[in-house]
């Protein structure tokens, strides 16, 4: 078991930056998969980012050059960086771990909204 809370989200001008964080109950440093993943309204949730064990990552075309995710093990928390942030990353954005095995077992955060407006 695994529990997740987010926090960082907010209001912020087009072109401003946010840091994500979700911190975990327990060490993450044996969780296979950590992420982010966000949802608009209206519209299915989506992978935004996501860092292995071995801190190997991967992102949505639409978070490349912009959004950087990271872990510190020691804290049990993983971030994500976001800079230069348009309207439409405007959703609820979800922090994701994920145990790989014979089966996946997948955890999810409560959500933080970030909203990007002028």
């Known amino acids: 078991q695994v529990q997740l809370v987010e926090s960082g989200g907010g209001l912020v001008q087009p072109g401003g930056s946010l840091r994500l964080s979700c911190a975990a109950s327990?060490?993450?440093?044996?969780?296979?998969?950590m992420g982010w993943y966000r949802q608009a309204p209206g519209k299915q949730r989506e992978l935004v980012a996501t860092?292995?064990?071995?801190?190997?990552?991967r992102y949505a075309e639409s978070a490349k050059g912009r959004f950087t995710i990271s872990r510190d093990n020691a804290k049990n928390t993983v971030y994500l960086q976001m800079n230069s942030l348009k309207p439409e990353d405007t959703a609820v954005y979800y922090c994701?771990?994920?145990?790989?095995?014979?089966?996946?077992?997948?955890?999810w955060g409560q959500g933080t909204q970030v909203t990007v407006s002028s």
């Open positions: 327990r060490s993450i440093f044996s969780i296979d998969v």
């Open positions: 860092i292995t064990s071995g801190s190997s990552t």
């Open positions: 994701n771990a994920a145990l790989l095995g014979i089966m996946r077992y997948d955890y």
